[in-house]
């Protein structure tokens, strides 16, 4: 190597390195100088990513302020009795009043009604939505949402000497068309038949049953239509030959009536209670509970979901309504769902 060729390359060395070093300078005192953005950056970084999405805590600014009148099904009464006295605790700023319709029984089919015509921010309802339903909300410029938030069973009453192993659903058809008249005819007692049913405009209840029993065909002339599911019970009570239908939480518990055993065939009689069943001579102190384990399966023939229906319209009504159910699907909610005596959906 020349003695030339040693001063270039020592030169470009020394070039090379003075760059270097100028280059962390700079770059150590952009870092002195833009720590704050960093730190914005890092720390707004961590929010969107480890920000909780589903603590409990954070659902109160979900709940919007002011008076909401709500409505709709008789079935959602033991709900309304375990979750709202705590939910006016939790949250007083969202006030909630049941609100009855001014002509008619109250029911999911009138709650609908109300909320579409704007006397109501929400409605509960034991039937999923109609088509003219969606349809009216969507000439009212604004869609209807259904949340489920609960499973619930059809239970059928009897009075408690009737001594028969159960119904299947054809069976229960057959009562209500008229074509089954005599329990003899099922393996009963020779005794008449008195079947009663709440009117098919009156709750949600009976348009599942009309659409998922009866399948179009029409009750017959010897069912006694009456205006509650409290009367019905009386009557069943005094009755040896009468059969009725309700949600289940109102017929298992009950003390004076019989809940049957239903299925879908003669080999798949499930019962709506918890086995063994309790002596309705030992309640109040001991009374039956609902088949869990058989609604949340599927195994018992007639279960269906229970919702929070919503308008979605961008306004107060609408924040009021999902807030509502989404309380209802947190654990919380989903215990007090299960001590009103329905079953939890998640």
């Keep these: 190597m020349s003695p030339r060729n040693g001063t270039n390359e020592t030169g470009v060395l020394v070039l090379t390195l003075t760059i270097t070093l100028g280059l962390v300078g700079v770059v150590f005192w952009w870092l002195a100088n833009n720590s704050g953005v960093i730190e914005s950056f890092t720390n707004n970084s961590s929010r969107q990513v480890f920000q909780p999405q589903n603590d409990i805590t954070q659902t109160t600014n979900a709940f919007p302020s002011g008076l909401f009148s709500y409505g709709g099904s008789t079935t959602w009464a033991p709900i309304r009795k375990e979750v709202e006295p705590g939910m006016q605790k939790l949250w007083p700023q969202f006030q909630l009043r049941y609100t009855d319709p001014t ?22 309802s034991s039937r999923s939505l109609k088509d003219e339903e969606y349809q009216k909300a969507q000439q009212r410029g604004f869609k209807l949402k259904e949340i489920p938030v609960a499973i619930d069973g059809i239970a059928i009453a009897v ?24 329990w003899q005819q099922v393996n009963g007692p020779n005794l008449p038949i008195t079947p009663y049913s709440r009117r098919l405009e009156e709750g949600g209840t009976i348009e599942f049953f009309d659409q998922n029993i009866m399948a179009g065909e029409k009750f017959a002339a010897n069912v006694k239509f009456i205006a509650t599911t409290t009367q019905a019970l009386k009557e069943v009570a005094k009755n040896p030959g ?22 879908r065939t003669s080999d798949q009689i499930i019962p709506p209670y918890k086995e063994p069943f309790v002596p309705l001579e030992q309640c109040p102190q001991k009374r039956n509970q609902i088949n869990t384990t058989a609604f949340q399966k599927a195994e018992y023939p007639i279960t269906r979901r229970l919702f929070v229906i919503v308008k979605q319209n961008g306004q107060s009504d609408q924040q009021a309504g999902e807030a509502y159910a989404n309380w209802l699907l947190t654990p919380q909610g989903q215990e007090l769902i299960a001590k009103a005596g329905f079953v939890r959906i998640r």
Aim: aromatic letters at 6%; glycine letters at 12%.
């Design 103 to 124: 002509t008619g029984a109250p029911g999911s089919g009138t709650g609908i009604k109300m909320l579409l015509d704007n006397q109501l921010a929400f409605s509960q």
């Design 159 to 182: 009075h408690p000497s009737l001594k028969i192993p159960g119904l299947t659903l054809a069976q229960l058809k057959d009562i209500y068309t008229g074509k089954l008249t005599n």
């Design 242 to 263: 009468a059969i009725y239908y309700a949600s289940a939480p109102e017929v298992v518990g009950q003390c004076s009536v019989q809940p049957l055993p239903l299925g």
